[in-house]
């Protein structure tokens, strides 16, 4: 399969029903209609994200697209509707509410590749649903980098992920529910200082909790945001596990950078410099292009640091634009 690629794109579809009735509980998302275009995303009575139909209407995002030059993209779910502080009796049914959503969104549209959400609090429901999404038409799942205080190293979730290699689902991981303090309150720093931190510390969960020891290499994973802090402080975690082995070490039988190829990242990270480190680090062949579309922080025109790096190939491009994630969607060699 050929064409652009854009990985880590967001929906949020429109019209869901009252949460409340539906799935029980109190405090759930809302969608405030502002005008014809234009929503609220609200969390009880506080504005979370003002969001537009660029959301939930593949007119829209076909012509950004177009605009931008992406053939197709990986539509996942918006973490704000994950549920997973909720009983999982209740994350079940918001993952099925929002996920047949998101398939009428991208039913028979070749270029919008829908990602599922599971109730990744309940390993077993996870799997249930993930099958019952593939099933159904979706190509892959995106969870979150933890739940509560397990990390993706917790066996429920390194159960759940181990069923996603043995049905090939490939899975994206992305931040979410970051550390929150008045110091992380002024200036978006939950989004620039938590996410990275949070992205890094699950990427380090997986390798030093012994995971990817034990999950089989055809598990496909991908990291938003450039793996987060990850690759930038990969010698720092070598260093660590060299020097403080007694502490570091864990379950992880190499050092952190000898399972770089065993993930991939997406390259949202704007500047030249970041990407070269992410293709030195990673490697040309783990470096998906990705946006975060279309929220406030992501990459527009979509892959433009790809396409304007002066230090890639034309098909070291060609990988970061579109052959790399094809093998992350199909599991191709
Ligand atoms: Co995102």
Not at 128 to 146: K, P, S, T, Y
Request: net charge negative; glycine share 8%; proline share 8%.
């Amino acid at each position: 399969m050929t064409g652009v690629v854009d990985v880590h794109t967001h929906v949020v579809p429109n019209g869901w029903p009252d949460l409340a009735t539906e799935c029980g509980g109190d405090g759930w998302p809302w969608l405030k209609a502002t005008s014809e275009r234009e929503a609220i995303i609200m969390i009880r009575d506080v504005p979370f994200r003002t969001v537009d139909s660029s959301c939930w209407d593949p007119a829209v995002r076909h012509a950004d697209m177009d605009a931008d030059g992406v053939d197709v993209q990986v539509v996942s779910p918006t973490p704000v509707f994950f549920g997973y502080d909720r009983p999982a009796a209740q994350a079940v049914k918001l993952a099925r509410i929002f996920n047949d959503l998101t398939l009428k969104l991208t039913a028979d549209d070749p270029r919008l590749v829908p990602f599922c959400q599971v109730p990744l609090q309940d390993p077993a429901a996870a799997c249930a649903e993930v099958d019952r999404c593939l099933a159904a038409g979706f190509r892959g799942v995106e969870i979150g980098n933890h739940v509560g205080d397990r990390d993706l190293d917790d066996a429920g979730i390194a159960e759940f992920l181990q069923h996603c290699a043995s049905v090939g689902a490939p899975v994206f991981v992305h931040p979410w529910d970051m550390p929150e303090g008045p110091r992380l309150e002024r200036w978006m720093a939950r989004w620039l200082t938590g996410m990275p931190a949070e992205t890094h510390l699950s990427a380090l969960a997986l390798i030093l909790g012994g995971v990817l020891d034990r999950v089989p290499d055809t598990l496909r994973l991908a990291f938003a945001h450039g793996g987060g802090s990850f690759p930038f402080w990969l010698g720092r975690a070598d260093n660590a596990w060299e020097r403080r082995g007694d502490i570091v070490r864990g379950r992880s039988t190499r050092p952190p950078s000898a399972y770089t190829d065993r993930f991939y990242v997406d390259s949202v990270v704007f500047s030249e410099p970041a990407l070269r480190l992410l293709v030195d680090t990673m490697g040309e062949d783990r470096v998906l292009m990705g946006t975060d579309y279309p929220y406030p922080l992501g990459e527009r025109p979509a892959g433009a640091v790809i396409r304007n790096a002066s230090f890639l190939t034309a098909a070291q491009r060609d990988k970061l634009l579109s052959g790399n994630a094809w093998r992350f969607l199909t599991g191709a060699p």
